[in-house]
């Protein structure tokens, strides 16, 4: 064993080859005209409208993900509770105390510029000396649990818990940045590991708070990743701000990635052939605008790894969580969310497009319709969503949708049951029964209600207000980045005249830097200042918005695409009761619940309400899943 160990040869680490910069000239100036053109390009396929945006692509990821994923938020698209509680022990006291608390903790969000829209106050009266006694506080953290919440303002943080379990679930939830924001009127809190342990021993507890190593490298990543920042992973084609820590497109090299994904999605070109070309190319990466140029030896693995990696059209993933980048900052993504998905042969499948990539993997169909929307009838049990490809017939290649019942105990699986009271039923339904009565509760959706239409136009002006938020964010930060490098490049050419030497020795590349991301902020603040223009949009009249039904209707019978389904039903329906092959309720979510005429709603029919027939007999107007299966040559 021993002579084995010394025969094994020592273990070398690989070296990566600095670029010298005659050579980063000469593939420059050979490939720098290729460059310019695909760039040229991807200008044109930006301004087209993309079919679908960076949101489709995070919900399609947060439901197809095998582990529980966590979207974080910008600030104004959070949504906020403040948690009030007085406790009973002095009545007159606590009576006052809750106004007090009030009136601070919106004088907290105001002071935090959160939208007064997206704002819920909760209030009880109860004690927190014990776990499980206070159903509004329980009521909340399921709130936060199912993404109805995403921050948390409290007077102090004796006001959410006294108690040991309740607290704990507090600093859970933070770590797991489930509470995305946390703020006290009387207390400033930070999301450290420090700052997690005063908070424990705020809350009165006995719990010493103390994170390992690797567990504060992970919040700290975490960190870096909700900030949309550089979390020690370089990205092909980017480098890393020092000023800031956000990406910055790294000229020559991120050309070169565009056009690599030209070859593979106009030309037709396998990742070998692409690889050849990079590696022809020099492509190479650095950390920062200080550091060398390494040479990257590109495989067909790793540009299969490039492609695969939502990063490079504005999706940021690490771990648990999903950061939009767009709306963080002004990120510039390499690919538009349509060319990922074209780009990626299971995703295409999944967002029902066609697509010319090559792929061993086995076909499936992740992306669900009505996910935990579809209840039994029969035990009150959510339904599981599954699939089938259909192998032969006129629809083969298409893939059969239905929502099995898992519930052993459901009338469903119980045969002998079923034989004494004399019926039979399946232990799935049918998505096309289900689209079917979605279709017929809209047909009688023809109610006229001022009051529905209030409440859509606030909904409308709410999610603008957010996005002209955003917007203008973004816009100012532009004005100031701009401010900011004209400053710098005025100082770095300074010092290149005066003392070049100094700077050709500690500040090299700073001028070519500055005039990058001067250029870049020129065409951020153009770019939000259109975007602003465009949400100055003019809001619908009423006539408009009862028509929306008519267009939510006319787009389930013509869309041969489940990610659009899939947004029509999560707009319209909350959930829905499914029996044998009929759907006994449908809830739909407000404001649409309030335009469907129960007047013009038959009743005769007996025990099979609510569309146990199709809409026309032997001629269903949906497969079990209207969606066509790619075929990989």
Same mark, same amino acid.
């Given at each position: 064993m021993a002579e084995a160990k010394k025969n094994q040869k020592p273990r070398t680490k690989r070296q990566q080859e600095i670029l010298s910069q005659e050579l980063i000239s000469e593939v420059e100036n050979k490939f720098s005209e290729a460059v310019q053109e695909a760039v040229a390009l991807r200008e044109s396929v930006f301004e087209n409208e993309n079919r679908y945006n960076i949101d489709d692509l995070a919900e399609y990821f947060t439901n197809t993900s095998n582990e529980l994923k966590n979207r974080i938020l910008p600030l104004e698209k959070r949504r906020y509770v403040i948690y009030l509680r007085k406790s009973t022990d002095d009545e007159a006291k606590q009576v006052r105390s809750i106004d007090d608390q009030r009136n601070e903790c919106l004088d907290l969000a105001n002071r935090l510029n959160i939208n007064p829209s997206k704002v819920t106050v909760l209030e009880e009266s109860a004690s927190a000396k014990k776990a499980g006694n206070r159903a509004v506080f329980e009521e909340m953290i399921k709130g936060f649990q199912t993404g109805k919440y995403h921050g948390l303002l409290a007077w102090s943080p004796d006001r959410l818990s006294r108690n040991m379990k309740e607290a704990g679930e507090i600093i859970d939830l933070i770590d797991l940045e489930i509470i995305q924001d946390l703020q006290f009127k009387t207390y400033q809190f930070e999301n450290t590991p420090n700052g997690k342990m005063m908070l424990g021993i705020l809350f009165a507890t006995s719990k010493q708070y103390s994170d390992k190593l690797a567990v504060d490298v992970k919040r700290g990543t975490d960190g870096n990743i909700k900030d949309g920042k550089y979390n020690g992973v370089v990205k092909k084609g980017y480098y890393v701000d020092n000023a800031t820590n956000l990406f910055v497109p790294? @000229?020559? /090299?991120?050309? *070169? #990635?565009? $056009?690599?994904?030209d070859m593979r999605l106009r030309d037709g070109k396998s990742n070998t052939e692409i690889a050849e070309f990079l590696n022809e190319a020099k492509l190479a990466v650095r950390r920062t605008e200080e550091d060398d140029y390494k040479l990257v030896k590109v495989t067909k693995q790793m540009l299969g790894n490039v492609f695969e990696d939502s990063f490079y059209c504005g999706l940021y993933q690490y771990g648990n969580n999903i950061v939009n980048l767009i709306d963080l900052y002004n990120f510039i993504p390499l690919i538009t969310? %349509?060319?990922? $998905? +074209? *780009?990626n042969a299971q995703v295409s499948t999944d967002f029902g497009r066609s697509t010319k990539i090559k792929t061993n993997r086995n076909k499936r169909l992740d992306y669900g319709l009505l996910r935990n929307k579809v209840i039994c009838d029969f035990c009150d049990v959510p339904m599981q969503f599954q699939n089938t490809q259909l192998k032969r017939g006129k629809n083969a290649g298409k893939w059969s949708i239905s929502y099995y019942c898992r519930n052993k105990d459901c009338l469903r699986h119980d045969k002998e049951k079923?034989? /004494?009271? %004399?019926? !039979? #039923?399946? @232990?799935?339904? !049918? +998505? @096309?029964?289900? *689209?079917? +009565?979605?279709?017929?509760?809209l047909r009688h959706a023809t109610k006229k209600s001022k009051k529905a239409y209030n409440l859509y136009i606030h909904s409308l002006e709410t999610k603008l207000a957010t996005e002209r938020a955003i917007t203008s964010r973004k816009l100012h930060e532009a004005k100031q980045e701009l401010k900011l490098n004209q400053q710098r490049l005025a100082k770095f050419s300074d010092m290149h005249v005066e003392d070049r030497e100094a700077y050709e020795r500690y500040h090299k590349g700073k001028i070519e830097h500055h005039e990058q991301l001067i250029d870049i902020a020129e065409k951020n603040i153009l770019d939000n200042s259109n975007r602003l223009t465009e949400l100055k949009t003019a809001l619908p009249s009423e006539e408009e918005f009862y028509e929306l039904t008519n267009l939510h209707l006319l787009d389930m019978l013509q869309t041969d695409?489940?990610?659009? *389904?899939? +947004?029509?039903c999560n707009e319209l329906v909350t959930n829905l009761r499914a029996g044998d092959d009929s759907v006994s309720v449908i809830k739909l979510n407000p404001p649409y619940n309030m335009l469907v005429d129960l007047a013009e709603i038959s009743t005769g029919r007996g025990d099979r309400i609510r569309t146990c027939d199709l809409t026309v007999p032997n001629r269903p107007r949906y497969q079990t899943a209207p969606l066509p299966v790619t075929d990989h040559p």
């Amino acid at each position: 064993m021993a002579e084995a160990k010394k025969n094994q040869k020592p273990r070398t680490k690989r070296q990566q080859e600095i670029l010298s910069q005659e050579l980063i000239s000469e593939v420059e100036n050979k490939f720098s005209e290729a460059v310019q053109e695909a760039v040229a390009l991807r200008e044109s396929v930006f301004e087209n409208e993309n079919r679908y945006n960076i949101d489709d692509l995070a919900e399609y990821f947060t439901n197809t993900s095998n582990e529980l994923k966590n979207r974080i938020l910008p600030l104004e698209k959070r949504r906020y509770v403040i948690y009030l509680r007085k406790s009973t022990d002095d009545e007159a006291k606590q009576v006052r105390s809750i106004d007090d608390q009030r009136n601070e903790c919106l004088d907290l969000a105001n002071r935090l510029n959160i939208n007064p829209s997206k704002v819920t106050v909760l209030e009880e009266s109860a004690s927190a000396k014990k776990a499980g006694n206070r159903a509004v506080f329980e009521e909340m953290i399921k709130g936060f649990q199912t993404g109805k919440y995403h921050g948390l303002l409290a007077w102090s943080p004796d006001r959410l818990s006294r108690n040991m379990k309740e607290a704990g679930e507090i600093i859970d939830l933070i770590d797991l940045e489930i509470i995305q924001d946390l703020q006290f009127k009387t207390y400033q809190f930070e999301n450290t590991p420090n700052g997690k342990m005063m908070l424990g021993i705020l809350f009165a507890t006995s719990k010493q708070y103390s994170d390992k190593l690797a567990v504060d490298v992970k919040r700290g990543t975490d960190g870096n990743i909700k900030d949309g920042k550089y979390n020690g992973v370089v990205k092909k084609g980017y480098y890393v701000d020092n000023a800031t820590n956000l990406f910055v497109p790294d @000229k020559y /090299n991120w050309g *070169l #990635l565009r $056009i690599a994904v030209d070859m593979r999605l106009r030309d037709g070109k396998s990742n070998t052939e692409i690889a050849e070309f990079l590696n022809e190319a020099k492509l190479a990466v650095r950390r920062t605008e200080e550091d060398d140029y390494k040479l990257v030896k590109v495989t067909k693995q790793m540009l299969g790894n490039v492609f695969e990696d939502s990063f490079y059209c504005g999706l940021y993933q690490y771990g648990n969580n999903i950061v939009n980048l767009i709306d963080l900052y002004n990120f510039i993504p390499l690919i538009t969310t %349509d060319e990922y $998905i +074209a *780009l990626n042969a299971q995703v295409s499948t999944d967002f029902g497009r066609s697509t010319k990539i090559k792929t061993n993997r086995n076909k499936r169909l992740d992306y669900g319709l009505l996910r935990n929307k579809v209840i039994c009838d029969f035990c009150d049990v959510p339904m599981q969503f599954q699939n089938t490809q259909l192998k032969r017939g006129k629809n083969a290649g298409k893939w059969s949708i239905s929502y099995y019942c898992r519930n052993k105990d459901c009338l469903r699986h119980d045969k002998e049951k079923q034989h /004494n009271q %004399d019926i !039979r #039923l399946d @232990k799935s339904i !049918r +998505a @096309k029964y289900v *689209l079917s +009565a979605i279709e017929w509760e809209l047909r009688h959706a023809t109610k006229k209600s001022k009051k529905a239409y209030n409440l859509y136009i606030h909904s409308l002006e709410t999610k603008l207000a957010t996005e002209r938020a955003i917007t203008s964010r973004k816009l100012h930060e532009a004005k100031q980045e701009l401010k900011l490098n004209q400053q710098r490049l005025a100082k770095f050419s300074d010092m290149h005249v005066e003392d070049r030497e100094a700077y050709e020795r500690y500040h090299k590349g700073k001028i070519e830097h500055h005039e990058q991301l001067i250029d870049i902020a020129e065409k951020n603040i153009l770019d939000n200042s259109n975007r602003l223009t465009e949400l100055k949009t003019a809001l619908p009249s009423e006539e408009e918005f009862y028509e929306l039904t008519n267009l939510h209707l006319l787009d389930m019978l013509q869309t041969d695409n489940i990610m659009k *389904l899939e +947004a029509i039903c999560n707009e319209l329906v909350t959930n829905l009761r499914a029996g044998d092959d009929s759907v006994s309720v449908i809830k739909l979510n407000p404001p649409y619940n309030m335009l469907v005429d129960l007047a013009e709603i038959s009743t005769g029919r007996g025990d099979r309400i609510r569309t146990c027939d199709l809409t026309v007999p032997n001629r269903p107007r949906y497969q079990t899943a209207p969606l066509p299966v790619t075929d990989h040559p």
